[in-house]
């Protein structure tokens, strides 16, 4: 089940890594927020995140398509 709760938690953490992600320009701290997101989403309510990677392989788990994955999950999550 998919709470209110576990849908404003997902988004206030996805939001204020991203805002640090998206103005950083030391790449030790960009490796840290994707390391921060993926222990999240070890740790996240896995319908949440099921429907937010809509089938996607390592949503928000690889280095190459983080900031891509990362903005899709928030775009999801406002619209939850």
Known sequence: MIT????EEAYCFFHQKYQ???FSHS???KDDIEYAVSSYVDSMNPELYAKLAAGKKDFL??????AEDMKEALEKLTLE
Not at 4 to 7: H, L, P, Q, V, W
Not at 61 to 66: A, E
């Open 4 to 7: 209110k709760d576990s849908i």
């Open 20 to 22: 640090v992600y998206a």
């Open 27 to 29: 790449e030790r701290q």
């Open 61 to 66: 788990l690889t280095h190459p398509r983080f």
